[in-house]
């Protein structure tokens, strides 16, 4: 994106720079989200910020570079740096163009991989950048322009935040059940059982080794096909129940005590 703005800076408004970007989705196939908050994924220590409906009932998680998360949190809590970073450098030369971010747009997602559209408008011309979605949400903080995810990625890859708060108030995790999609992002062969999206710190669930990204196949004698089956054998448990995790490739064994 640097480079490419950076060229801008040379040309003269009325010339039109091409910049490769993925299809943008039609404006009827995209809804409107927001920065809910940033997390840290305590199996791979890694940010991740969660996307969020208008009414915030579900929430697409993206994992970021801590660099990015570090930028997203100062536009959130208003912190101005000493020295301009990489992000305030491009808010500046956009400025300095005459220009402005109009919109970002989360498109697709490819090998558990997602892909953004950053849209810059100056006067009547329009720009799409190919962006990451990290880049693309601070630029978007910055310029307070609005954040826009397909609408089918939503609905495939959000997870529901009213769901988990059961788990999270019994036993300190978020969980949520498999799509193919994520299955496929996580090599897990099927798509029956429950993913742990979070681990609440210092909960009984991270004490048991249960982590971010744990996907719970049977508890006790009883296969987990969803999330449901997770919760329900949580709360009728009388003691120490044995859990078959998959984690990272390999299936292991845990003992859970809710």
Do not use: C
Request: proline fraction near 6%; charge should be neutral.
């Amino acid at each position: 994106i640097l480079i490419a703005i950076m060229s801008l800076f040379f040309l003269r408004g009325e010339l039109v720079f091409g910049a490769t970007s993925p299809a943008v989705p039609p404006e009827g196939e995209v809804q409107e989200v927001k920065v809910f908050q940033l997390i840290v994924d305590p199996a791979s220590q890694q940010p991740v910020v969660l996307l969020t409906d208008q009414n915030q009932e579900r929430a697409l998680l993206i994992w970021i570079g801590p660099f990015e998360a570090n930028a997203i949190q100062s536009e959130l809590q208003g912190i101005k740096h000493h020295r301009p970073l990489t992000h305030d450098l491009l808010e500046k030369l956009i400025h300095k163009i005459g220009g402005r971010v109009q919109r970002i747009i989360i498109t697709h997602s490819k090998d558990g991989i997602y892909f953004a559209t950053l849209i810059m408008k100056k006067n009547n011309v329009t720009w799409e950048f190919d962006a990451r979605p990290s880049d693309s949400i601070v630029l978007a903080l910055k310029f307070k322009a609005p954040i826009f995810v397909s609408r089918k990625l939503f609905q495939e890859m959000a997870i529901s935040l009213k769901e988990t708060k059961g788990a999270e108030e019994i036993y300190g995790l978020s969980i949520q059940d498999l799509t193919p999609e994520l299955a496929q992002s996580f090599s897990f062969p099927s798509t029956k059982g429950s993913l742990v999206a979070e681990v609440q710190p210092g909960s009984k669930a991270e004490k048991d080794g249960i982590k971010g990204g744990d996907i719970i196949v049977e508890v006790g004698p009883e296969a987990i096909p969803d999330s449901a089956s997770f919760k329900n054998a949580l709360a009728k448990s009388k003691g120490p129940l044995k859990a078959k995790i998959f984690r990272q490739g390999k299936f292991l064994s845990l003992t859970l005590n809710p």
